[in-house]
């Protein structure tokens, strides 16, 4: 069966080149006769996966010298727990924009562990757009600042970065880093999990400033404190060796495509492409204001909901699968990471044209 267009949320799309690559050396890496999912994480061959890796991902982001990169596990949920851990001395208090499902489950997760301030909410609106940062209700001296880049589920995104002065800036990309330049100096960390916009499930990345490894307090048992992966690259247990290898393709794949200012023009046509029909048709409502809209997940609905699961079966017969919406919220979403070529969503938009022509 030819492949199909993949719009899950997560575990998302992987570019076919990567994945070819991937096949073609599953049984012999570089002459090895190994499987890279067969080798010693200790080994020569794995460490210059592994190094190659950050070492393109440094490339990709301009990440500069005084961050590390971190291949961990645990999902970006971990994160959520691990950053009070290691991010807040003592009583200081920790803010938190609270934009939708994610921002939420990281304020909660939070809550546990520290005292959270929400600075700002979007759930007056329904979570459809991001608060002005002038109607942020900041801490002083807050331990950091945390917000969602890219709401996954109800489709919002930061088109701009807070400015919060000398406060550590913390933020959620799981589902758009690596979709757009970035200035990763602004923020003192920023995470991912892989499996939206990276590579396989089973990596989350960590990038950190040095100077926010070690503060936490009491301190971390070793396997959550930053400070522990920091010191053994990474190497304190068994990295997620595979997950990391093709993690590493598809930086290669991004460097090799024009690096991420090409990426991020690719993203703008493929949204605008989609939301542009989505407006200008009466059958089809994105709720989102204009300008946060996410350019990687667009969440939307028909006129009529109960057309919802026609319109989804008669999408995979189109080979357009996984567009159901989050189980939390329904509807329709179509996901446009890195790997979705502007084909398919062509194809998507003049499935949906056939559809409101012949049910609308
Ligand atoms: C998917 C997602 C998460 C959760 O990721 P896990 O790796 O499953 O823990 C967190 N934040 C955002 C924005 C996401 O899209």
């Known amino acids: 069966m030819p492949r199909v267009f993949n719009f899950s949320a997560g575990p998302g799309t992987l570019p076919e080149e990567v994945l070819l690559q991937a096949a073609d050396e599953m049984l012999d890496w570089h002459g090895t006769g190994l499987s890279v999912m067969e080798m010693s994480h200790r080994g020569k061959e794995f460490i210059s996966i592994a190094e190659e890796a950050e070492a393109d991902l440094r490339k990709l982001l301009g990440i500069p010298a005084g961050y590390h990169v971190l291949f961990l596990q645990g999902g970006a949920s971990l994160q959520f727990e691990m950053i009070p851990m290691n991010l807040i001395q003592g009583r200081a208090i920790a803010d938190y924009i609270h934009t939708g499902e994610w921002a939420k489950k990281a304020i909660n997760a939070a809550k546990s562990l520290a005292d959270v301030n929400v600075a700002a909410s979007a759930e007056d609106r329904a979570f459809t757009y991001v608060p002005a940062q002038s109607e942020w209700q900041l801490t002083e001296r807050a331990a950091y600042l945390h917000y969602t880049a890219n709401e996954t589920i109800n489709g919002v995104e930061f088109g701009w970065v807070p400015d919060v002065g000398d406060v550590p800036l913390v933020s959620d990309m799981s589902s758009n880093l690596l979709s757009r330049p970035l200035d990763v100096e602004r923020f003192g960390l920023i995470y991912a999990g892989a499996q939206k916009n990276i590579g396989p499930a089973g990596l989350a990345l960590v990038i950190v400033r040095e100077d926010l490894i070690g503060l936490g307090e009491p301190t971390p048992p ?30 290669k794949w991004l460097l090799e495509t024009g690096g991420l200012a090409a990426a991020e023009q690719r993203n703008i046509a493929k949204a605008a492409l989609l939301y542009d029909f989505i407006d200008s048709s009466d059958f089809y409502v994105n709720p989102v204001e204009k300008a946060d809209r996410s350019r990687m997940n667009v969440p939307f609905r028909l006129a009529s909901p109960d057309l919802e699961a026609d319109f989804l079966a008669g999408a995979a017969k189109h080979d357009l699968v996984e567009l159901k919406g989050h189980r939390s919220v329904g509807g329709v979403r179509a996901s446009l990471y890195n790997a979705m070529p502007i084909e398919g969503v062509q194809a998507l938009v003049d499935y949906m044209a056939e559809f409101a022509t012949t049910k609308g």
């Open 222 to 251: 070793a396997m959550l404190d930053y400070a522990t992966h920091a010191k053994t690259r990474s190497m304190y247990n068994t990295p997620p060796t595979y997950a990391v290898y093709v993690a590493g393709l598809v930086f």
